[in-house]
C-alpha cells in the first residue's frame, strides 16, 4: 500500500465549476501537507501549505485537513481554464526531511 | 537567480552510460533535495542535504546512484552504469529551513532518456 493515494483522474470540469480534490494517507506521523500545481513539462509549484488539521483559504483555494480521517482535500472556486493542470498533495512528518506525493489528479477546466 | 535551475533540460543516454545531472538551488537556501519523477506518477524521494552533508539518502535506489554538494550550493546527482528503467524526470528543490516551517521550492527537472 502507497504512503499516499491520489485519484489519477483526468477529471474534467466546465468553466466556474467548484472543484474537489482529495487525498488519503496511511501514516498518521504526517504533520504538513501541501498542493502543488503542475503544469506539462514544468516543476510542481506549490499552491497551499497547512499543518496540522484544519483550513486554509487563498483566493479561490481552500485546503482542509481531516486527520482524523487521514484525507485531504483542495477545494477550487470558479474554476478557470488556466487552472488545467495535474494536482499534487504532499504531506511530511515532523522532521520535515521528505515529502511524500501522491500520483497527482489531472484536472481540465474547459472554457 | 530567482528560482531554481537544472541542467540539462533534457539528457538522452545508452544503457550502461554514466549522466551527471546538476540543481542551482535558489540562493541562501540551506536545504537541498532530489526526486524522481516518472511518467504519470508523483515525486518520488531520493536524497535530501542539509548544507553539504547528505542528511537522509534513503530514497536512492541503489548503489549506481550518488549525490553530491561539496560547497553547501549547488548539487550534482550521478548516476552510473544507466538502465532503461531510469528513464524518468530528475526534479530538484531547494527550502529555506525555519524555525517550524520548510516549504520546497522545485526546479523544472531534467528529463533523462535512456536507450
Redesign the interface.
Known sequence: QKEVEQDPGPLSVPEGAIVSLNCTYSNSAFQYFMWYRQYSRKGPELLMYTYSSGNKEDGRFTAQVDKSSKYISLFIRDSQPSDSATYLCAMSADNFNKFYFGSGTKLNVKP | GAG?SQTPSNKVTEKGKYVELRCDPISGHTAL?W?RQSL??????LI?FQGTGA??D??LPNDRFFAVRPEGSVSTLKIQRTERGDSAVY?C?SSL?LA??????????T?LTVL
Not at chain 2, 504519470?40 to 524521494?45: A, C, I, L, W
Open positions: 531554481v533535495y526526486y504519470g506518477q508523483g515525486p518520488e524521494f535530501y542528511a537522509d534513503s530514497g526534479l528543490a529551513i517550524g516551517t520548510d516549504t520546497q521550492y522545485f526546479g523544472p527537472g528529463r
